[in-house]
């Protein structure tokens, strides 16, 4: 799932709202749509994801 959220924050209270627990977050450190990257297809932007803490996922 690809959110944009001004907060982890925001994050953890759409996944309790849904009851879900996340097994990761991973953040972009740039605007998704930003021109080096909204000409990527989806599966080539994934990998500038970057793994962050989560201390409301499951791992």
Not at 30 to 59: K, V
Request: glycine share 6%; aromatic share 10%; charged share 15%.
């Amino acid at each position: 799932v690809v959110l944009e959220a001004p907060s982890d924050g925001h994050v953890e209270a759409y996944f309790f709202a849904l009851d879900l627990k996340p097994t990761a977050l991973h953040t972009l450190g740039a605007d998704w749509n930003a021109p080096g990257l909204s000409s990527l297809p989806l599966e080539n932007r994934l990998p500038f994801l970057q793994p962050t803490r989560c201390d409301f996922c499951l791992s």
